[in-house]
């Protein structure tokens, strides 16, 4: 049995969230070392009671799990992996194994930002995120978000663009993308960069599992710049794990009647984030002030795109028009012609504006 079946195991008995890891690693060691300890010593002392009920599964049981990963070809990384990120080893609650496809080296970059923000941010957001994400990513920074919609997929393809890594965490075991629309835009990510998950491949997602994502995404970045979010959400949430982890959080400044800043002006208001208006706060406090832009590596072609994809592009001009009139007048269905102005918004032709509306870019 591979040492890999011991930390898979261990990662199964703590369940997503990894609660008590570090705790429990303090005073054992391994995940092997945990495993011995089953019978002859009480670990309730140390795990929940959930936890302690899964102790009894045989690690032999993840062999298969391994075999698995190798098809898909997927990494598995654990604690006793030279590669397993080293921003993470101090927490308390770091997952044992992380499922990682892409370039695993991403993951210990010299200077990590996380880019977080709204879902469905405003115009003036997604400009931001692009605009300080170009800085960070040209300067050699690994900008770390979570390949959803909005301004995390603004972030990863401000580092793609640049030929930068990037590290992508998924809420979603590693074998699915969410949304499915960023497929693209993920094998783009892994030229250079990597995609983290802490959830066993073939599981169901589920929605609470975004949530414990988060503190990973700020366990990984030195910094998290925070662009656009509302008082409660997300976002908020990976800035309270970023505060409990000591990272320093910068947030841009938005306007005072918009619902989708209220969040990133509260911390502003509040002293708890440092002001940016751009990437140059972050740099000066990773130390990279007056560094001009790092060679970057070769940026990837890009597919071509689809036919749908093409007729859109034509209709498309810098006035915000409704998916409804774009629809219309390219002859596509509502579906289709979505799929295509998001083919297009990953490609860099396209913008989405606040109100649902979409212009070129």
């Known amino acids: 049995m591979t040492d890999g079946c011991w930390w898979l195991w261990l990662s199964f008995v703590l369940g997503p969230g990894a609660a008590h890891c570090r705790r429990l690693l303090d005073v054992y060691g391994s995940a092997r070392a945990v495993h011995e300890a089953v019978g002859r010593e009480d670990l309730s002392g140390l795990l929940t009671p959930g936890q302690c009920g899964r102790l009894s599964t045989d690690p032999a049981v993840f062999a ?98 640049a030929g930068a890594p990037t590290i992508g965490v998924l809420g979603t075991p590693i074998d699915q993308t969410y949304p499915a629309t960023n497929r693209r835009l993920r094998a783009q990510m892994e030229q250079t960069g990597a995609v983290i998950s802490e959830f066993f491949p073939g599981e169901a997602a589920q929605r609470s599992n975004f949530l414990l994502r988060n503190r990973l995404i700020a366990a990984l970045s030195d910094a998290v710049c925070v662009v656009e979010a509302r008082e409660k959400s997300g976002t908020m949430n990976t800035v309270g794990h970023a505060q409990r982890y ?12 918009s619902e989708v800043c209220a969040g990133t002006n509260r911390l502003l208001a509040e002293g708890k984030a440092r002001m940016a208006t751009g990437g140059g706060a972050l740099l000066e406090a990773l130390g990279l002030e007056g560094q001009g832009a790092k060679p970057a590596a070769p940026a990837q072609t890009a597919p071509p795109l689809s036919p749908g994809a093409k007729t859109m592009l034509g209709c498309l001009s810098q006035t915000p028009r409704p998916l409804e009139a774009l629809a219309a007048e390219t002859g596509l269905d509502a579906g289709s012609a979505l799929a295509a102005l998001l083919e297009l918004e990953v490609a ?14």
């Open 64 to 161: 298969p799990m391994e075999a698995r990963c190798a098809a898909l070809g997927v990494q598995v990384l654990t604690m006793a992996d030279p590669d397993y990120p080293s921003r993470l080893m101090d927490i308390e609650d770091a997952p044992p194994a992380l499922f990682v496809t892409g370039e695993v080296s991403a993951l210990n970059a010299g200077h990590t930002v996380g880019m977080i923000g709204s879902r469905r941010p405003s115009a003036y957001g997604v400009e931001a995120a692009a605009g300080i994400g170009k800085q960070l990513a040209e300067a050699g920074v690994c900008l770390v978000s979570g390949l959803a919609d909005g301004l995390d997929s603004e972030a990863h393809r401000a580092a793609v663009n």
């Open 246 to 257: 000591g990272r320093l959080v910068f947030a841009v400044p938005g306007g005072i009647f």
């Open 348 to 361: 860099g032709e396209a913008r989405g504006c606040a109100g649902g509306l979409f212009r070129r870019k």
